[in-house]
Structures are given as C-alpha cells and as structure tokens.
C-alpha cells in the first residue's frame, strides 16, 4: 500500500501549480531595442544679479543611473574546501567534488552573458532515430561540453519530449518540464503546453480543419500526424493516407499504404482512419494546405529545446511534481482528485521520486538568467557515489546559485562530457549507455579574446 499511502500523502500537501514557468517572455514580434530615456530633474538656472541671493545652493541634477556590472563568474558560485575547480575557458568552469557520504558530482557552471558561448541540442546523424553515447554525439557536433538529454523509446530510439535543433521542431512538446534556449530570449525551464501534445491543425483551401496529433512517430488510430526530414522516411501502413508537401506547402504527392521519402525542406502528413478520410477530401496535388501550431511559449521565440523532467526547483524553492500522470489520478488513493501532474505514468514516477537515490542530470539557471547549471550526479555504486534524492539535487543546484531547474533523463544515462571525455563514471557495467539526444555547450575559439 505504499504507492497509496504516498500519493495521499502528497496530494495532502498539494503538487506542482500547472502555470507556466521560467523567464518572463518577450512579444512574439522581435524588434531592435530603442534607447531607453531617463527622465532627470529640471536644472533650476542661476540666479540673475537682481535676484536675491540664497543662502541653500541650487540643486545638482541627479545624473542617470548606470547598468549595474555583471558579476564574473566566480562571485556567482561558492566551492566548498576540497572542490576541484578548473577554469575551461573564459565563463566556463567545471567543478568536481567528492563527499565522504560518498557522492562523485560534476557541475559545468556557463557565464551566459559571454557572446563566445552557445547552447545546442543534436541528435544521432542529424535524424530521429537512433541512439548514440553522449560522447559519440558531442564529438560529432564539435562541442566543447554536453550532457545527456531527454528520456527515450528504447524500440524506436526516439526522443520522448520536446526536441528542436537550430529552430525546427523534432518532437512536440507534452506537459513535460523542457529546457529551451535562443541568445535573443536567453535560457527557459517550462512547459509549452498543459496537455498531452501540442495544439496543431491543418487547414484546407476550402477552410476545412483538422487537429495534428504527434509529429514524427507513429500516427494513432483516426488521426492525422506531421513528419518533417528528420524523420526521413514515413514508414507504409494499410489503409493510410500520406500527402508529401513541399516548402511551399502545396500538395506534391498522395500515396495509399506505401513508404514515402522525405527530401530536405519537406514535410508529409499520414492519415489513418477518419484522418485518412479527411486527407482523400481535401489533399488534393497543387492545392496549398496550411499547418497552424501554436504553443504558449511560442516555438519561435527559441532556437533549441530539450525535454526531460520534472522541475525540481522554482523560484528558489524545491517543488515535488505529483504522483498522477497528467491528469490521470486512478492509480492513487484519491483516484476523482483534480491535478496537473507532468505527464509520467506513476509507476515511473515511484521508482524516480521522493526518497529515491539514483544517479541524476540537472540543467538549471539564476534569477538574472546570467548563469547556466549542468550538474550529473553519479549513483548505484555502493561505496563510490551514492546517488541523490531529487531534494537533494535541488539543494545541490540551489547551491551553485539556480533558483529554476530541472531533471533530464538520469540513471544509467547520466553522463557528462568535458572536451571529449566523460568525466563522470556512469553506472552500467557495459559502460556509458546510448541515448537519443543531447545538450551541448560550444565555445567560439575564433572569438575569444587575447
């Protein structure tokens, strides 16, 4: 009865709000900056030779207030005696320490305000499917640094949350905590949207619409789904519709139950069901069908996401997601109860929460959005690294100065990379395990200052 007993437990206590988190967003629209004007004091003129002298001087105008420095690196974090702290590059450190308890942590601490450093998501061969070691998919990309990503289908090698690269969308977002990043918005630790996929439709010449379910998986019954040239090819499937688009969004080709190939700048749609059905009305080859997504915050706004989950800290304060799966609370005491949980199943949930210690990988930021947090910490290994709580982490990453952060996937997928080589020991007796994406830290060499 223990899964019963925790979920009363916490739903006593309440869950994580379902608002939105992260940093305040800007407009949609991204508009150069105009000079900001301070209003100062009106200069009171000296006075005339026939005016009578005043024993109190004239007031001095207030000059205008000046932008506050931004604190280097090194004031924004404090280690501990016995940290190993080495300096990368000019606003990248990496910190090691070693706990008696034991624990074996590694944190990359990034100076975000630094224009030679950049964030990147990537994915095996720049496609969907696969699994590759976090090592392979660094040096592959060229970084400097990175950490494992998101939670993944181990049979199809995919992604499970929010994945964007340079900008194009891999895989839409559920109600999972995600991390995005664009240099115009800087760093964000949210949602993108409260339901089980996005919001998306497609709209026919006529004014006809239909919902768009998934993207780049496999298309549920009676749905239409979205593939893009990440995923390469939409796989054959009896009774479906696929209608191939091109860059322009007009109808090159409709095919019935065969593969289909996708070149770059394409993008095909799969019916099945009563999808299919509407696709054999109103896909028809020349005519222009308009694919609407809309998400809160924009896509557009960033350049890079990846998901993982759940938020672990907010506002400088440790949050415990609840134990439904979304919105679904059958499995708890309280099974009619009202909550916005991310969208975990709660077995997963009991094996990853509360008092569970397992090797875990964080990213998280500060209040002025300056630092960036990467943190792995090893576990499952008696005697070298005990793992932590996900309490724990929050007061690891509180530490290194975040006030937002976030899980990725943990366990046997937790491993850093630091100038091509893993620095931490993951847990697997077959070594560092394959994963399908990962969060990369590059530096422009050719920018650093002398």
Request: hydrophobic share 40%; proline share 8%.
């Amino acid at each position: 009865m223990l899964l019963l007993t925790v979920a009363a437990a916490l739903a006593a206590v309440g869950c994580a709000p379902g608002r939105r988190d992260g940093a305040a967003l800007l407009p949609t629209a991204i508009v150069d900056p105009s000079p900001v004007v301070v209003a100062l004091p009106a200069v009171i003129a000296a006075p005339t030779a026939s005016a009578v002298p005043s024993a109190t001087p004239a007031p001095v105008p207030t000059p205008a207030p000046t932008a506050r420095p931004t604190p280097p690196l090194s004031a924004r974090y404090a280690a501990r005696p016995g940290d190993r702290v080495r300096l990368l590059r000019p606003g990248v450190v990496h910190l090691r320490r070693v706990t008696d308890d034991p624990l074996r942590i590694n944190a990359l601490l990034l100076d975000l305000t630094n224009p030679n450093l950049e964030l990147g998501v990537t994915v095996p061969q720049n496609r969907f499917f696969g699994l590759y070691r976090t090592s392979m998919l660094v040096q592959d990309a060229g970084a400097l640094a990175g950490v494992n990503g998101d939670l993944f289908s181990v049979d199809e090698g995919t992604p499970q949350g929010l994945t964007m690269i340079d900008g194009q969308v891999l895989m839409a977002p559920k109600y999972r905590a995600t991390f995005a990043w664009s240099r115009a918005q800087g760093p964000f630790i949210g949602y993108f949207t409260r339901e089980w996929t996005w919001q998306a439709e497609v709209q026919a010449p006529g004014g006809a619409r239909a919902p768009l379910s998934l993207l780049n998986t496999r298309c549920p019954p009676q749905q239409i789904c979205l593939y893009n040239e990440f995923a390469r090819q939409v796989p054959g499937r009896e009774g479906d519709v696929k209608v191939l688009l091109g860059r322009d969004g007009r109808v090159r080709q409709v095919v019935r139950g065969q593969p289909l190939k996708l070149g770059p700048g394409e993008q095909a749609l799969q019916g099945t069901g009563a999808g299919a059905a509407w696709l054999r009305e109103h896909a028809v080859v020349g005519a222009r069908l308009r694919i609407s997504i809309t998400t809160d915050p924009p896509l557009a706004d960033y350049e890079h996401a990846i998901s993982g989950g759940p938020i672990i800290l907010r506002d400088g304060v440790f949050v415990q997601d609840c134990l439904c799966a979304l919105r679904d609370c059958s499995q708890t005491r309280r099974p009619h109860i009202v909550l916005q949980c991310e969208d975990f199943s709660t077995d997963w949930k009991l094996k990853h929460y509360l008092d569970v210690r397992m090797p875990r990988t964080a990213v998280g930021f500060d209040r002025a959005r300056q630092t960036l947090i990467l943190v792995v910490v090893d576990g499952y290994q008696r005697g070298y690294s005990r793992g932590m709580t996900q309490r724990e982490l929050a007061d690891l990453l509180r530490e290194f100065g975040a006030d937002t952060a976030m899980e990725l996937d943990g366990g046997g997928s937790s491993t850093m990379v630091i100038e091509n080589r893993v620095v931490n020991r993951p847990p697997d007796t077959t070594g560092e395990r394959y994963v399908a994406n990962a969060l990369l830290v590059f530096y422009n060499e050719a920018r650093r200052t002398p």
